[in-house]
């Protein structure tokens, strides 16, 4: 293992090649100081796929149990469904591995808690794939919001909007895909046994079984970044959700539209997301003082700030006779109306990315700084624990038609 102030590279073992998989492992060895072992996936395609990424003489195997007996293996890098997180997560550090896992990072509530014993039984370091707190945009958001720019917080609001098979998840089943090229079985895991269909493989963030849909996929990105730029460490309280699947008829059970409220002890939150329609993405953190504003959200591209002052503009006089009123509003405006020459612009701040930023890169950099110095994650497992949470907490509501509320004392979600 790399020790503080090591010239050594760190090296990475990657598990799952598919879509963001192959993007982490391009971008990893692209920085300098990392370096990948051995790469790891269930398809024949993806196997040549990372040494088209790594060259033709990098390892690959089809267990990642391989990657975890080696000893010039320091961390890992997984991006697989989320049925097998948990798992992966608590071979990796029994086996003295630290470890990048995609978001969310957990398939069921109490994996989260698993995950968190284990990491620190083993003195692991496991950061969580969710890249806002590495972003610039938001660490400047947070900054701002520390200030009291917007002053009071009472409503945030998150939107995003894709219109595209791609965007739905409906990706293209590859040619070849079969039992012969696909280790289908290990691929099921612990989820039930069903025969080869190629589609839930291709298709699986809209399946309950292996994923947690738009929560899982989207929203979390939202979370993420509310809770880092707020510094929040718990779940929100209540969680409302609504929405259905109004275009896909694809055999998927996630909904392909969904909007949840989430009640926070001070504030409220409502996510919207829809796979069928192209919309704003983006926050709208809101004050009394004013709106901040983050424009996109899985790469944002910057932040504006718009003040408000919270004061009335006109005379207030509801139901008043008339000439009580005009006497009123006489004096009203010669208290208020700015004198001749000096009113001034409202001045609206903007912040942004710089060109060709990428964030994701810069959350792999911190996880590999953190491999290499023993310091802590940018998002540790309690933190993406807390966000994860709130996801399931979406879809408890939306599947059982309730209110989810989250019994923090027994670690689970109720029905309200």
């Known amino acids: 293992m790399p020790q503080p102030g090591s010239p050594s590279k760190v090296r990475f073992g990657m598990i799952g090649v598919g879509m963001r998989g192959s993007g982490l492992m391009r971008t990893s060895i692209g920085l300098p100081g990392v370096e990948c072992a051995m790469a790891c996936d269930l398809w024949d395609g993806r196997i040549e796929l990372a040494k088209q990424i790594g060259g033709p003489d990098l390892p690959t195997t089809k267990s990642y149990q391989d990657i975890l007996d080696r000893k010039d293996v320091d961390c890992i890098v997984a991006a697989v469904p989320d049925h097998w997180h948990k798992r992966i997560v608590l071979d990796a550090v029994s086996a003295g591995k630290d470890v990048y896992v995609e978001k969310p990072m957990t398939h069921e509530v109490s994996e989260g808690f698993e995950i968190i014993q284990a990491a620190s039984a083993h003195n692991r ?6 890249q806002e707190p590495s972003s ?3 660490q400047k958001a947070k900054a701002l919001l520390a200030e009291g720019g917007i002053g009071q917080l009472s409503l945030v609001e998150a939107t995003m909007g894709r219109n595209s098979h791609c965007g739905a998840w409906w990706y293209t089943v590859p040619p070849d895909l079969s039992p012969a090229t696909l280790d289908w079985d290990t691929w099921l895991g612990s989820t039930p046994k069903i025969p080869f269909d190629g589609g839930r493989w291709a298709h699986w963030r809209g399946y309950s079984a292996y994923g947690e849909g738009i929560p899982g996929d989207l929203f979390i990105h939202h ?3 509310i809770h880092y730029v707020l510094g929040l460490n718990d779940p929100p309280r209540r969680a ?3 929405g259905g699947i109004y275009r896909w008829k694809d055999g998927r059970d996630q909904p392909d539209v969904i909007t949840t409220v989430y009640d926070y002890p001070n504030f409220s939150l409502t996510l919207r997301v829809t796979l069928n329609t192209i919309t704003e993405s983006g926050f709208r953190f809101m004050g009394d003082r004013g709106i901040m504003t983050i424009n996109g959200v899985e790469n944002p591209t910057g932040l504006s700030f718009s003040p408000q002052d919270g004061r009335n503009h006109s ?4 139901g008043w006779p008339r000439e009580m009123a005009s006497e009123y509003a006489k004096k009203w405006f010669v208290e208020h109306d700015p004198r001749p020459g000096s009113a001034k612009a409202v001045e609206v701040t903007n912040f942004d990315a ?3 930023y990428n964030d994701t890169r810069e959350h792999l950099w911190n996880f590999f700084q953190s491999v290499k110095t023993r310091a802590a994650s940018v998002e540790g497992p309690e933190f993406a624990n807390a966000c994860a949470i709130a996801c ?6 939306y599947f059982n038609r309730c209110v989810a509320e989250w019994d923090a004392g027994n670690r689970t979600i109720v029905k309200a």
């Open 125 to 130: 370091i496991v950061q969580c794939g969710s």
């Open 136 to 138: 610039v945009v938001y």
């Open 223 to 225: 979370l993420t970044g």
């Open 240 to 242: 409302f959700s609504q």
């Open 315 to 318: 005379p207030c006089t509801p």
């Open 354 to 356: 710089p060109r060709g």
């Open 392 to 397: 399931h907490m979406a879809n408890h509501s």
